[in-house]
Structures are given as structure tokens and as C-alpha cells.
């Protein structure tokens, strides 16, 4: 039988129709996408020997041969710096300037890597990236929201090949985000504690969506998962925002997230996917209602009408299957 | 430069940036959907011969040579009217029965047209069927929303190549959906006013989005589209329930939505799409601060991590640019 089922954050609503369920096994990529990727291409302009294609790097981690990682200023980059954030009125409709700073983390010099294939090291060095960039434009007055995601494949809005992931400073926090925190707020009186620590007990007492518990992270299948293998990764630690992670919880996190996404790569055959690091506004570094966490979306069905229209996701396998599924993998 | 833009309706903002600007041109189909479709498929469960295929009709138009339209249960529902929409609690977590209709308007016997392709008299049956089921489901007690859409082509999340269109009812109002009516009810206080009235307003008197204008209706490119050559048909008269056209309406809705598709179809090469109808909630068809709407989103480009993190889209195409693209075409 069909049910709905609430996300406990966000009080939307999924419906799961068991009846049209497919099976893992029916996620697996088409044989479109398994040509043979290089380690190097000569017009990548993320390989080595194309750094002057790139604006100068921003932040730069070294190893023996060259650079190991490096965070540049996006080329094309839909904000900038250097424009005004304040609101004009044209007409009845309201603009501001796009001022905004859009980073590439350049994971890698080896083309063909992904998440799923590095080492811990480099996995490790990537979020490191991350905390250095979030930390360092947390300081600018103007922005208010800093947003860290990764877009993998055609199918998940990327032409680049190159392993990279992106970051955006925005001086504004849209009401997508506000309103979810403004929900937690009020969870937070209900509960009497953040409704994500609360859900989290809820996942880990019932285990059966659970995919990897570390020390300080769990990886898991929400109960009210919109998509097919939707996984979270949250720190156990209650923290509001990605730049309260210490070095453990990084070191920890490098191997939750590529063990997670290794799972993915062998089970789903390298599915493209984005992921998401959500993390409290700037202001509130230190929100008792708000918990930072991952969302990795691996991009295997398609929302429609119905899903734009309302909000309410169709999907068809039940999370608990999934983690299994996922959980019975060896990495 | 970037700018953004605010939607007026739900206060997200929208990334305008015009130096990834692409031209209309640029998202012309690709070759591989081109191939010619047959007016009669013998596999087709829409297609006549096969009635036995679905369900007994909810609603049925007939014609000279048997029937024009059908509407039909969706024999493969997410949804089913058996079930009980009562709450309950599992663990942490809530769950309620799959209650709901799901229905599938089988539009015309003919396997290869498409709105765009249609002549007056079907397009205005369709809308008639709309209307027929709207106020038969908004009957039934237990149901508070009605979602009419229409997914055309794969990348719509459509499988289903005869023309077709779907309504399910649902005994929740999501948040997705209530939230932004609430916003709309806050907005009346601030303009004594429909904000979509005050919208409409706006666009009339700068006249470079709008793409077709009727007596009743007003067909344009929103200030702040989402994505390329989203489209808004918007009735003049305030009216907050679709279950409130007159069938003057109807006649002129046929041509404005008809000729808006030609207009995308000519002019974007046939491209996939969804199309919904946006409704106040059953409980309030008199609603003055809501207003009902048809939004069309040609498939054109792919919601990524920044999208689906903050709900900010980053849109490379003037929606001015495009409503001249789409005045042009002659239709």
C-alpha cells in the first residue's frame, strides 16, 4: 500500500508507492557512460599544465610533484565581488546587484578520480579545502549564506569532467533556507532539542535506515527520502554550521563520505549525483535549533509535475531497502 | 552583470546571469528526439482498441466516430481513494495511508499530437475535463488539494508518449504549497491587494515579458524565471480556485495556452515540458489574497547543487530576451 511520510525537518510530505517499486538493481546506469575517462587531458583546463586557464588560486594545498588541491574563483562565475548587494525596486519588482563569490575546489590533478575512487587522504584534504573557504568568506560582512555542493555528471547539471566541487557566498539567505531554519526553531520548542539530533536517535534506535555509523558521523536513508538512495551524513556532535567541524570530525568524515559514496559507485554502478553540505546562515554559527549535515542525491529519476507543483515527492523504493541494499556492499 | 531578482509571490530570488548568456538557438532539441511518432500505436493503452487497458472512464467527451476524450483512474496510482489519510506515528516519525485520486486524462484518440498540434475544440475539451474533475474530486471531504499537470516527453519525467495529462487529489496541503499561500496573505496586508494581481499589473504596464495577451488572460516570461522560457498564464479576473473558470474563460484559455505552446514549440524545436495548474486549496475557492495560475517549464536546463541547496536559480537567459524570441513567432 502506498503511505506518505513526513520529513520531521522540513514537514514536507513523500509518498512512497511500494506499488510501483523497483528494484536496486533497476538503478544501474545505462552503458552510455562507461567509456574509459583519462588521467590527464591536455584541454582540461583543471589538469596540470593548465593552471593559466583558471583565475590565480585562492587557496592551494602542495605534495611532492605539484599541487595536490586547488580552490580558484569560478571563471564564469554567476556572482562577483565586486557588485552591490542592495535592493533596487524597477518597476513593481525588486533586483539587487549579484554580488556573490562563486569558488572550484579543483579536487585533484588526476582527471579521472571521483569521490568513490580517491584515498582518505585526499578526501580529507578536500574538506579541509572546504573549512579553510567557508571559514575565510564567513568573514566578509556582506555574505550571510555559504553554500559547499558537488555536481557529478551530465545527469547532475555538470559538463565538466574534471573531479571538482563548487562553493557560493551569497549575501542572501532565500527563503528556502529561512523558512526551514525558522521550522527547526520551532521544532526546537516542541522537542525540546534540535529536531535533527532528535531524528537522528529516531534513525539510529530503528537502525534499519542506517547505511555506516562512525564515530562521529551517521550516514543514512531518511525515513521521508524524496528520491531513490537519498543518503544524509550528519556529525553526531550537535554543531549548526560546516565551519564549527574540528580536524577529528574531518578526519572521520573523509572516510563516512567515501565509503557512502563508494557503496553508491559499486551498487549503482556510477551514478551521477549532486551532494549538498547545508549549514546554518553565518549569523548563527552557534544555533541550538540547527544542525549542519550532507545530502547526497544520486540523480536516477526525474521530478515532474507533480513533485514541482506541490512539493511532494513520488518515490518509488522504500529507504529501508536502499540502506540494505547499500549497507550489504563491501568497501 | 549578475543580477538578482526577486519572485514578488513566494520572495525566493533567482541568479540573473546574462554573461553565460545563451541564445534562444542554443536550446533547440537535439537531433535524437526527432523521429516521427505514428498516430496509432496498437501497444498504446491510451490508444483506441485498447480501452480495456485502463480502468473504467471517470469522464468521457464522445464524438461522431467514438470517443474524443477520456478520462481515466491511473491504473498504476501512487495514490488510492481506498486507503485512510488518518496519522500515525512510528518511532519519531509520521506516517498516514496513501489516500488520494489519481487520474489520467487521455486527450484525444490521437497518439501523435500534442497541445501545441491540437486545434481549438480539443484543447478547450481538455480544459472542460479539467474543470469536470476538479469540482467532482473538491467534493469529497477528505480531499483539500487538486494538482492538474502535464509531463511531455522523458526528460519531463514522462514515459507515456500519448498525449496525456494528470490530476491527483490529496488530503494534505504541504507546506511547499501552504507556505507560499501564507506569503500571499501576508503580501495582501502590504498592498491591500493579490499580490499576483499586483504582479500582473506590473508586467502589463512594462509589457516587455509578456508574450500573448487576451481578453482573459495574459501569457508571459516572469521578472524572475526560474529557467529559460518559463512561461505564466495568468487569468485577469481574481480568481483564488481553477474550479471558479467560466467557460468563456475556457474558450479563451484554449487559444492563450494553445498558441503559447505553438510558440514554444516552433520556436524551441519541439521541446519536453511540464505544465501545472496552480489552485487555492479546496477550502478556500474565495480566497482573495491567492490566485490560480498555469506555469509552463520547457525542460531546457538541469536544477544542480546550488539549486536544490538554497532554491536560488541561476537562470543564463533574459527573461525579456525570451518573451521577444517568443512574440516573434508566428502562430
Redesign the interface.
Known sequence: ??????N?I????V???R??AKRPEDFTKDSSGKEEVPSHRDDCPFCPGNEDKTPPPLYTIDGDNGWRLRVVPNK?????PG?S?KREQ?????????FGMAEVVIETPQHNLTIATMDHETVRDILQSYKVRYTELSQNDRVN?I?I???KG?????SLEHPHS?I?A?P?V????R?QMT?CQVAYDTYGACVFC??L??EL??RIRVVIESDRFVSFCP??SCSPFEVRILPKRHTSSFGGITPDEIEDLADSLRFTLKKIYIGLENPDY?????SSRVEAPQAKYYHWYMVI?PKL??????E?????Y?NTTLPEKCAEYLRKIDV
Request: a positive charge; proline letters at 8%; glycine letters at 10%.
Open positions: 500500500m502506498p503511505e506518505f511520510r513526513q520531521p522540513s514537514k514536507e510530505w509518498v512512497i508507492a506499488e510501483r564564469f562565475a554567476a556572482l562577483q557588485l548587494p524597477v518597476g513593481k519588482f525588486l533586483r539587487a546587484g549579484g549564506l553554500t555542493f558537488r555536481n551530465k545527469k547532475a547539471g555538470t563548487q557560493i551569497t542572501i532565500p527563503p528556502h533556507v523558512d521550522k532528535y531524528m536517535k529516531g534506535s530503528q525515513f521521508a549532486n551532494y549538498i553540505i547545508r542525491i529519476t526525474i521530478p515532474a509535475g507533480f514541482i507543483g506541490t512539493g511532494i513520488i
